[in-house]
């Protein structure tokens, strides 16, 4: 079987040289996210890393990624779900990987569009700016916010700030938690501490609005290449009207000028959830992340 390790951010810079420059792919490539979501963990094969990701009940590998020779990595990883005992599912694929796929297994893999995981990628300008007719209505979001809270300001998110922030959220989740989304409000409240106990060592930035002492709304996020920030999470207070334009507006203007050499905002995805997709899609992304996942036809033939 393969060497899987489970992450060790002292390796952090070993790590971000692969996933750091592996042209542009989803935010399961993010250091941040295979850090902070289930459990997961990485094995390096020659120059390359090969992924293994257990979610609840779900055992997936993430596409390898890396400068070798890949066939060789997807073979051990054939291997290693088989020792396993498991069914041998690809995700995270682009089409070039699925391209790549039949060319090494002509045949054996049956191919999935995986909707739900696309990635939503702006122009950070786009959102920093909110230019244009097709903004107009955000824009008369954010000047409404803007009058009714006069004395609102942004501010860089640090370590002394997480406290106000960890209850800001905790009130959030208090106000969202029900029956059908209780697994998922778990895990990425899980996520959250991590990202509370490790904010330093993972390099997370964030901004934050704050009214009188009080925050109104956090974003945090980090890079996922030279040219694309990854926006991990983003919370707001429903009662606060326009909060959440603001967050992102701020949030996308503080990071444009303080790297000017970013290109674009990855918001990651939609999970399939209606009102989430709606949200996303109003802020007109300039393009998509498609992914797909594929799994091994031996293993249904095998069930």
């Given amino acids: 079987m393969l060497d899987f390790q489970k992450l060790d951010l002292s390796e952090k810079e070993r790590y971000n040289r692969y996933l750091m420059h592996c042209g542009e792919r989803g935010c399961e490539y993010s250091l941040v996210n295979l850090y902070l979501w289930g459990r997961q963990r990485i094995a390096f094969v020659g120059d390359c890393l090969a992924f293994f990701s257990q979610f609840e009940r779900s055992s997936v590998y993430p596409f390898p990624i890396g400068n070798g020779d890949i066939k ?16 041998c599912r690809l995700t995270t694929m682009d089409a070039e990987d699925c391209a790549l796929l039949e060319k090494y297994f002509p045949g054996r893999f ?157 918001r990651e995805d939609d999970l399939g959830l209606p009102g989430l997709r709606k949200s996303k899609l109003s802020y007109h992304p300039h393009h998509m992340v498609e992914k797909f996942w594929a799994n091994l036809l031996e293993d249904e033939d095998e069930h």
């Fill in 72 to 87: 060789t990595v997807l073979d051990a990883v054939i291997h290693d779900a088989r020792m396993r005992g498991l069914e």
């Fill in 110 to 266: 049956r191919f999935h569009s995986d909707r739900d995981s696309w990635d939503y990628i702006y122009d950070i300008h786009a959102l920093a700016d909110l230019p244009g007719r097709k903004y107009q209505r955000k824009r008369n979001h954010l000047n409404r916010f803007r009058q009714d809270h006069p004395d609102c300001r942004m501010a860089e998110m640090d370590e002394n700030m997480l406290p106000r922030v960890e209850e800001m959220v905790a009130h959030w989740f208090e106000s969202h938690r029900t029956p059908e989304n209780k697994d998922e409000s778990h895990m990425e409240q899980k996520a959250l501490r991590r990202f509370f106990s490790h904010f330093r060592e993972l390099g997370l930035e964030g901004a934050v609005l704050v009214e009188d002492g009080k925050i109104l709304a956090m974003a945090v996020g980090s890079f996922l290449s030279d040219n694309t920030f990854n926006i991990h999470f983003e919370k707001a207070l429903d009662e606060v009207d326009g909060a959440y334009t603001a967050i992102n507006q701020a949030f996308a203007a503080h990071l444009q000028r303080k790297y000017p050499q970013l290109q674009w905002l990855n």
